[in-house]
């Protein structure tokens, strides 16, 4: 459950979201439109607080899951970002150490988190339209196209078991095929979890929201 009422987000003295109230009481995806430039990316990055310094979040109320983001620091921030709230880039590759093959990259991520990572793994990794996984698990990231990525982005923050993910433009820069491959999973993960999807392009949106919102200078409003 999300619960966001007069949500802010200043950078120096410039106020990048203005007055947001947002909420989500079930499982399904809700769409986040809006042109580059608009606040969208900010908007899924403060639910993790992915920010610097010079960033200054303020909010009556921002709950995710009964847990404060407001107050979120330290340890309990990086439990919430592993179990609660998982948060997936356009760039997916960027996620990942260059220097380890896919299944060193889900190891560096699960080791301490589940007993079996590699069994975890390859099960979502089924789910999300791989085939040969053994031959994935051995892939380094150069060798991955953009839609492979993507997947396995999202592979790894599904073995974490989030209760919320948030998928930040994951197919803007995919060709057709690999878009209809998210739009697929996206679909799939509908009855599991609570799904923020950013988006500018709105052949994906009409594809898996089950409401929309669209943002224009940092503004959030219901479509």
Known sequence: MIEISNLNLFYKKVKILKNIDFAMQKNGC????GES????????????????????LSADK???FQNDILSLDGEKLREFRSKICALVFQNAKAS??????VGDNFNLYLKD?????????FEILEKLLFD????????????????????VQIAIA????????????????????NQKSIVKIINSLKDELQILFIT????????????????????????
């Open 30 to 33: 809700v769409c986040i439109m």
């Open 37 to 56: 430039g608009a606040g969208k990316s900010m908007f899924a990055k403060s639910f993790i607080k992915l920010f610097d310094d010079e960033f200054k």
């Open 62 to 64: 921002f709950s995710v």
């Open 96 to 101: 990942f150490h260059p220097l380890l093959n």
């Open 113 to 121: 988190r589940i007993s079996e990572p590699k069994k975890e793994a």
């Open 132 to 151: 040969d996984l053994n031959l994935l698990w051995h892939k380094f990231p150069y060798e991955l196209s953009g839609g492979e990525a993507s997947r």
């Open 158 to 177: 599904l073995c974490l078991k989030p209760k919320v993910l948030i998928c930040d433009e994951i197919t803007a820069s995919l060709d057709a095929q």
């Open 200 to 223: 500018h392009q709105k052949n994906v949106a009409n594809a898996v929201a089950d409401e929309f919102y669209t943002m224009q200078n940092g503004v959030l409003k219901n479509a």
